[in-house]
Every structure is written in structure tokens, then in C-alpha cells.
């Protein structure tokens, strides 16, 4: 089972910044189209960002021009930077790869533990 490690997380004021990383097991990393996910109590699990494997990337309205998501297929690492924070940014972020196999949906990697980001005064 492939697996993934975020970090990077923590607590910032509202304006601050953070660079979330994910470090990848595996030899497939350069493959997949990778996302960041978040999370907060009582809601879905919702997409952030994703990349391709050949450098394109889509964002959620919500954070389209302070989020920026990125990958280093040389270190099996995807990263997050993510400026101008706002309160509503506060979540976990996780980060997977969704795929398909016969027309089911799947989870690349095993979920990690997610990073906590904090965006408080």
C-alpha cells in the first residue's frame, strides 16, 4: 500500500502564509494527478487544488489566486503554498490521488493524518 505524509501545517494570523508539503511513497508519484484535499468537522471532504502529471493545475474558487499547488516528481513531493490566508482556510489538508479502474472511483494512496491548518488572530 502506497502511502503519503503531509506536514507543513500550523497556526497563522489571518494574511500569513504556510507552504504544506506531501511526501509520496511509492515509484508512481510522477504519474498521478494529485490533490489537495480539506477537511473540517462536520463537512465533506472537499478538493483544493490538483496538479496533472504534466504540470496543470485546477483550483477551487475559494482560493484561486492565493493557493498555489506544485510538484517535485524528482522528490515524490507535492506542495501547497499557500498565502493571503483567510479564517475559512482553517481545515486538515490531506493529499491523494483519485483514479479510475473499470469505472470505479479509487484512492491512489492510503489517507495520511493530514496537516492542521490554523488561521486565527
Known amino acids: 500500500q502506497v502511502q503519503v505524509v503531509e506536514s507543513g501545517g500550523g497556526l497563522v494570523q489571518p494574511g500569513g502564509s504556510l507552504r504544506l508539503s506531501c511526501s509520496a511513497s511509492?515509484?508512481?508519484?510522477?504519474?498521478?494527478?494529485m490533490g489537495w484535499y480539506r477537511q473540517v468537522p462536520g463537512k465533506e471532504r472537499e478538493l483544493v487544488a490538483s496538479?496533472?502529471?504534466?504540470?496543470?493545475?485546477n483550483y477551487a474558487d475559494s482560493v484561486k489566486g492565493r493557493l498555489t499547488i506544485a510538484r517535485d516528481n524528482a522528490k515524490n513531493t507535492l506542495y501547497l503554498q499557500m498565502n493571503n490566508l483567510k479564517p475559512e482556510d482553517t481545515a486538515v489538508y490531506y493529499c491523494n490521488a483519485k483514479a479510475e479502474r473499470n469505472g470505479v472511483p479509487i484512492w491512489i494512496f492510503a489517507w495520511g493524518q493530514g496537516t492542521q491548518v490554523t488561521v486565527s488572530s
Open positions: 511509492g515509484s508512481i508519484f510522477s504519474l498521478l494527478h
Open positions: 496538479i496533472t502529471s504534466g504540470g496543470g493545475t
